[in-house]
Each structure stands twice: as C-alpha cells, then as structure tokens.
C-alpha cells in the first residue's frame, strides 16, 4: 500500500517532533529519578553518565519542544535546530541505557526521514524584532555581568569556588529564590561583594521582566486576536497560495467544511459579522473582521497570492462590490461567486466574476430530476454542469 501523502506531511513532522521531545523529558526525568529500567547497555555505561544523560536529555526536550514550536510556524531555523537535536536524542537514549529510554530512539530514528522530506516546506525565516533583541541582549548582559563578578570577587562569597558556582547564584539570585547556601560573607571586609549583590540582584530581576514581557505579550495577543475573531500577524503572514472566502452567510459553512475536508488547502475568511468572527475564531479557523470590498484588509491577507476567491453571501449588491475590489487588486486570480437573485447573475459576472452559481437553479435542477425518479447523487454529478451553464444564460434571451 503506498504512503499516503498526509502521513509524510509537514503535519508528520511535527507530531513526530513534538513526541520526541515529550519523550526525551519523561525518559530523562525517570533516569534521574532512578525509575529507568537497565538495558542490555547498562553495563557498558557508568551510572554517572546516565544520570548525567538523563539531565541533558531533560533540557534537550524542552529546547526540542521549542522546536517543534518553530516546525508549527513554519521557520527554517525550527528545521535546522530539530535536524541537530534528532540525533543527539538519539544518542542521549542510547547512553541512558534504559528499557524506557528504546522508545526514544526508535523514534528520533524515524523522525529523521520525515524531517529530510519536508525540508522545503518550512521557508519561513526568522527575524526577531528590536524588543527582542533588546530584551535578549539585555538578559544575556546581566547574567554575565553577576557571573563574571561573582567569580571575580569569589575570595568574599561562601561557597563561590568555580565559575558554574558563580553562574549557579547569579540565576538563583535573579530568580529571587535565595537558596541561601552561598552568599557574600560577613563584616566590613565584605562591603564590596554585599554591594555588587544588591546591583547584580536589581540588573537581573529588570532583564527577566523585560525578557519575560517580550515573549508573553505575543501570546496574550494571539489570544485576543482569538477572541476578538481577528487572524494574528502570524498567521497572515503565513498565507499564501490560499483560497480567500469573502463574506459570510448561509453558504459560508458548506464551502469552510469542503474545504477543510481537501489537504493541504489553506484558507481565510474576511467578513464585517463580528459574532462569526468570534465562532469561527474558536474553531480555528482563519478569519480577519473587515469589509471585504476594502482594499487595504484584502492586500492584508495578501490577495495577490492567493489561488481563487470565493465570494458567497445572501447579499448581492455586497458581493458585488467585494469582486470589483478584489479583481481591480488581482486581475490573474479566479473568482467563483454565487448568486442569490437570479437577475443579478450577469452583473456579478461584469464586476469581474470568472464562474457565477445560482444555488437555488441548481436545487430547482435537482429536486425536478430526483422527483422524476433519478437518484439524487447521480442528479447532483450530472446536472451540476448543466446548471451552471443553464445560470449563465439566464440573461441571455437566445437561450
């Protein structure tokens, strides 16, 4: 039976990464916990090195956890970061020696392929804001900053010693939690070491808050975005190649569940109705509340590179205005319309429509058919055709 295509997907991809990553931190934890059942390795492997596995393996979970979070976004740098850490999982369960680290392996190994297949697919590069940078630079800056002192004034610390001694209390200190096992000795002689505690401490409580403000703030306005029934900027960024569907209306939910049910088929809504907005945010479903007869939120969802438009509500008049717009900011792009008022079929076919519908022609078709005996799947397949034709000459008085 051959491969389906939905299983060597990008979808494949990153199911298959993000369950490496959830398996590395459980294998990791249940060897630090001494949980691990011994392997055929374990006797090949020192008892300090899998538990040192099994604390690396931990954070190389997490750091495949994000990313798995980049695949879903579509960055390249997501793709070079899981082809790096695929193997390293590989090996780390390898030198846990562990019953229940086999699983990992096996699946870092079958995850390789996947990842190789889909390497075109995840273009999207990576450009971090000025916040970002800033905030990263200044994160990066205090730690160095309380590291390199620390270990520079480690004669008046307790228990201060070696670098990592020094780099373990600056994060214990900017995290507030203050183990209190190491700290700047006691009596005047120590002035300087409790002085640069107080800088350290304040510089690195700053640099978390903005670090942590930077990157929980585009997660909250994704959820707003969400519930406001608004696209975020990432996801419109990342349309492209999509069918656009303008309006909203009794025909919106038919043409949304065809979609979904085609592969690989993205698509967007942009309608005025705030409330299915709102519905269809909490579906998922990819929608920007504007008029979709203005220019500016059909250039946002970048009309230029879409495959077709589909515009289909119960207002003529409105879709009308919506194809003028979009066929004025695409010419090349197919724009499939359906008709409410019989009448009204040419007009939208003059304001640039490529195929214009009467869905209620068409079920007059159907319903006559079927009560003339035909079965009403073989009246659907057969008169479709003869219905849209018979919708485009509604108008013309030699038909």
């Not at 199911?15 to 090949?44: E, K, N």
């Not at 085609?262 to 269809?280: H, K, M, N, W």
Request: with cysteine.
């Amino acid at each position: 039976m051959e491969l389906s295509r939905e299983w060597v997907s990008v979808r494949a991809s990153i199911a298959l990464t993000f369950s490496v990553a959830i398996l590395s931190i459980l294998a990791g934890l249940a060897q630090i916990g001494g949980l691990g059942v011994d392997g055929p390795l374990a006797p090949f492997v020192p008892h300090v090195i899998r538990q040192t596995v099994g604390f690396t393996g931990t954070i190389t979970g997490f750091a495949m956890l994000g990313s798995g979070f980049a695949l879903r976004n579509g960055y390249r740098a997501g793709w070079h970061s899981t082809a790096i850490l695929l193997p390293l999982t590989a090996l780390q369960g390898l030198m846990q020696a562990s019953v229940l680290s086999f699983p990992l392996v096996a699946l870092s190994v079958v995850s390789v392929p996947a990842l190789l297949y889909n390497r075109g697919r995840f273009d999207r590069t990576f450009s971090p804001s000025p916040t970002q940078l800033a905030a990263t630079a200044a994160l990066v800056t205090a730690i160095s900053y309380g590291t390199v002192g620390t270990y520079a004034l480690r004669d008046q610390f307790n228990g201060v010693v070696t670098i990592v001694d020094a780099f373990y209390f600056t994060v214990v200190t900017a995290s507030t939690v203050g183990y209190g096992d190491i700290g700047p000795q006691a009596g005047t002689s120590a002035d300087i070491a409790q002085l640069f505690v107080l800088s350290s401490l304040v510089m690195n409580v700053a640099a978390f808050a903005v670090a942590l403000g930077v990157l929980l703030t585009p997660a909250i306005e994704a959820q707003l975005s969400k519930a406001l029934g608004k696209m975020t900027d990432r996801q419109i960024d990342l349309l492209d190649d999509h069918i656009l569907v303008l309006g909203y209306g009794d025909l919106t939910e038919p043409i949304l569940e065809e979609l979904d049910a085609r592969d690989g088929v993205q698509y967007a809504v942009v309608t005025t109705d705030e409330t299915a907005a709102r519905r269809l945010g909490d579906r998922d479903v990819p929608v920007y509340t504007a008029d979709p007869s203005d220019v500016e939120p059909l250039e946002r969802v970048n009309l230029s590179g879409a495959r077709a438009v589909i515009v289909a509500t119960e207002d003529d008049a409105r879709d009308a205005l919506a194809i003028l717009t979009a066929r004025q900011l695409n010419p090349d792009v197919r724009i499939v319309a359906a008709v409410t008022q019989r009448e009204n079929v040419d007009k939208l076919r003059r304001a640039g429509a490529d195929q214009v519908i009467s869905p209620s022609t068409l079920g007059g078709h159907i319903l006559i058919d079927c009560a003339f005996g035909a079965d009403s799947e073989d009246a659907t397949t057969g008169l479709l055709g003869d219905a849209i034709d018979d919708v485009e000459d509604l108008d013309d008085p030699t038909a």
